[in-house]
C-alpha cells in the first residue's frame, strides 16, 4: 500500500508543477516609467525608460532615444529606434513579458530575425 499511495503522490505532484504558469499582467505594464540595470562588460549600467502604448524613450548614460513601440499582443511588442545612428540601431527588437509581479516584470528580447536570446527584469518607477 505504501508503494502504491507514494507513485500516486509522485503522479499528483508531477501534473500540478506542470499546469504553474508565472503571473503575467502584462497590460500593467504597457504604460509607465521603468528601470533596467544590465551588466555591460562587467558594469552594470542603468536605463530609465518612459513607455506609452506607441513610443519609448530611453535615457541611457545621459543620452535620450525615442522608440516607436508596436505591441503584437498584451505580453509581446516591437521597438524600434526613430532616430538610428548606426547600421547595429536600425535593426528591431522582440520583446515578451514573461512574468509579472505588483512593480516589476521579467521580459526575454532579442533582435528580429536572430535566435540568440536574452533575459532581463523591468521594475516600475511610476
Not at 521603468?34 to 524613450?57: P, V
Not at 512593480?103 to 527584469?121: D, H, I, L, P, W
Request: hydrophobic content about 30%; some cysteine; aromatic content about 10%.
Amino acid at each position: 500500500m505504501t508503494k502504491y499511495t507514494t507513485i500516486i503522490l509522485v503522479i499528483l505532484v508531477l501534473t500540478l508543477s506542470s499546469c504553474y504558469e508565472p503571473e503575467r499582467n502584462c497590460g500593467d505594464f504597457k504604460n509607465g516609467k521603468f528601470s533596467f540595470t544590465a551588466e555591460i562588460e562587467g558594469q552594470e549600467h542603468t536605463t530609465i525608460f518612459s513607455r506609452t502604448d506607441s513610443i519609448e524613450i530611453d535615457v541611457f548614460e545621459g543620452k535620450v532615444d525615442t522608440s516607436s513601440v508596436r505591441w503584437i499582443n498584451d505580453c509581446e511588442y516591437i521597438v524600434k529606434k526613430l532616430h538610428p545612428k548606426n547600421m547595429a540601431e536600425e535593426k528591431s527588437i522582440h520583446m515578451k513579458i514573461l512574468s509579472t509581479t505588483d512593480n516589476s516584470y521579467t521580459f526575454e528580447y532579442n533582435v528580429v530575425g536572430s535566435s540568440k536570446k536574452s533575459k532581463g527584469t523591468a521594475i516600475k518607477i511610476q
